[in-house]
């Protein structure tokens, strides 16, 4: 058997040093945590941090939230875990090519999708009208990490799952979070695609020409051109950006995604559906606080922001079975 060697965590911070790109974020440069720690013997910050998130509840929790269908009988419809480990995988192809650092971009992506509620973006247009402006799921992905089940992850991946989403400004502050807004877009793109066929709602033949043309063929083709244009664009570029016309594509796409599949009819039945039935959990609660589970009324926080943790941690079918054992009691 061939002879093995030791690497701890200070060897692998001097690979970085050494390896990654000038404008990458190396572990030993973190900002560190809110509470200091002692450094591991063998991982990175960073290390440490995405296994602190596959680890947490919220993380689990993702297998049962939507991503586009609500509570599908289709075991091959994606979900918000299997879209967070497609945006991981996106995530981590970009960071090698790029010389960006990769357990830190692993981190954010599978990190940016913890605080999102019941039934896809559905749940944050129910929670809205109880806060102040536009309620986030990536604000409350923050929440999850720092309140609800604190983790004490650096500051860079907080601020990367933090301004993910291309409504928050500014915008993330490393290359690597900047990562994961375009790995997201790819990932959901291609599988909500993949989703709306699988569905019978498209098919292939329905899909725009002009699209096809720069796309390719529907599927991993996809991917790697999307990948690829982000890369080639940030070399060019010194930072993180995809070529124009890629980008100027996929908006295109987007909005025949909205026309044909997110906002068709039958969705917004069911997103009318979703809505009401998340408010009428916020509002029981709201009434009946005595009913929410312990772990949520033992912090001195507002009676909504702790109604909220609850609605908001919810899995879609968990959702619907409170809300039966509720309103259809018998």
């Known amino acids: 058997m061939d002879e093995l060697r030791r690497v701890g965590r200070e060897e692998r911070e001097a690979r970085e040093r050494e390896q990654l790109s000038p404008a990458a974020t190396r572990s030993a440069d973190s900002r560190g945590r809110e509470r200091p720690e002692e450094p591991d013997t063998y991982r990175t910050c ?36 299997t879209h967070t480990l497609q945006v991981a995988q996106i ?30 973006h559905n749940g944050e247009v129910a929670l809205s009208p109880y806060v102040d402006g536009e309620w986030l799921h990536s604000e409350q ?22 301004a993910h989403t291309w409504k928050v ?17 790819i990932a959901y793109l291609v599988h909500d695609m993949h989703d709306a066929i699988r569905a019978e709602i498209l098919t292939e033949k329905d899909l725009p020409g002009e699209c096809l043309e720069v796309f390719g063929e529907p599927g991993s083709e996809w991917v790697r051109r999307m990948i690829r244009a982000v890369i080639d ?6 930072e993180i950006a995809m070529s ?32 009401r039935i998340l408010r009428d959990l916020v509002d029981h609660y709201l009434e009946n606080a005595d009913e929410m589970p312990e772990s949520y009324r033992q912090r001195q926080e507002p009676l909504v922001n702790q109604v909220i943790d609850v609605v908001a941690g919810m899995t879609d079918r968990y959702a619907l079975r ?6 259809r009691p018998f």
């Open 244 to 275: 124009p016309e890629m980008l100027e594509t996929m908006h295109r796409f987007r909005e025949f995604m909205y026309e044909r599949v997110y906002l068709r009819p039958e969705s917004q039945k069911q997103a009318e559906k979703a809505v």
């Open 91 to 120: 995530g981590r192809a970009l960071a090698q090519a790029l010389g960006l650092n990769e357990p830190l971009v692993e981190a954010i992506c599978l990190g940016h999708e913890v605080g999102h509620p019941p039934f896809g």
């Open 233 to 238: 664009e940030s070399l060019e570029r010194g």
């Open 141 to 162: 992905s923050v929440r999850v990490f720092e309140v609800l089940e604190p983790l004490n992850l650096t500051w860079e991946v907080i601020d990367g799952i933090r």
């Open 169 to 185: 400004d500014p915008p993330p502050a490393t290359p690597e979070g900047m990562i994961l807004r375009f790995a997201d877009r």
């Open 46 to 81: 960073f290390e440490r941090d995405r296994d602190r998130i596959l680890y947490s509840k919220a993380f689990r929790r993702l297998k049962h939230k939507t991503q586009v269908f609500i509570n599908p009988e289709g075991d091959h419809f994606v979900t918000r875990l």
């Open 322 to 327: 409170v809300h039966d054992q509720i309103y």
